[in-house]
């Protein structure tokens, strides 16, 4: 495994913790808990605050490790990148944005849906309140880096 393989996966497992603490913070029993606006920007603070810290704090350990290992030593590899870590980046990149762009429109849909068949819309399609719209968002947010993150340790199998 790659050096840049190996800080995919530290950052895949930082970003799945913080979606942890979004779904234990914001559902309960299966349903968004109707935070007031003061507490959903709290909340959005811890959980950007969690994901920072995790990352960075993740990355120097990794580090550390890997210096402990001797793993830098000059038959190592580079930590720059060649022509393929730069075209796998753009391949994963390029998956997360199309999930942001998938995620956004069937988001867009739901809501047209609710508007024009309020009666058959599962309620779960729906955004309406600010809690359901801050637990969307940053859910996608958190997905779309699961996506690039996996799509670069896949691309890297290949």
């Excluded at 800080?7 to 935070?35: C, E, H, K, N, W």
């Excluded at 580090?63 to 730069?86: F, K, N, P």
């Excluded at 819309?121 to 880096?145: K, R």
């Amino acid at each position: 495994m790659t050096n840049t393989e190996k800080q995919s996966l530290v950052t895949l497992i930082g970003t799945g913790i913080v979606f942890y603490l979004l779904l234990a913070r914001m559902l309960s029993g299966g349903q968004i808990v109707d935070y007031e606006m003061k507490e959903l920007f709290f909340i959005y603070g811890q959980l950007v605050t969690s994901a920072v810290v995790l990352i960075v704090v993740g990355t120097v350990v990794f580090r550390i490790v890997q210096t402990i290992l001797e793993q830098r030593s000059a038959e190592s590899e580079e930590l720059e990148l060649d022509e393929r870590d730069i075209a796998i980046s753009a391949r994963a990149n390029r998956n997360e944005v199309i999930f942001y762009g998938l995620a956004i429109n069937i988001l867009i849909i739901c809501q047209f849906l609710a508007a024009y068949f309020p009666d058959n819309t599962p309620a779960i399609l729906t955004v309406s309140t600010s809690a359901d719209l801050v637990f969307m968002l940053f859910s996608m947010l958190v997905v779309a880096t699961m996506v690039k993150e996996v799509s670069r340790l896949i691309y890297y199998r290949l």
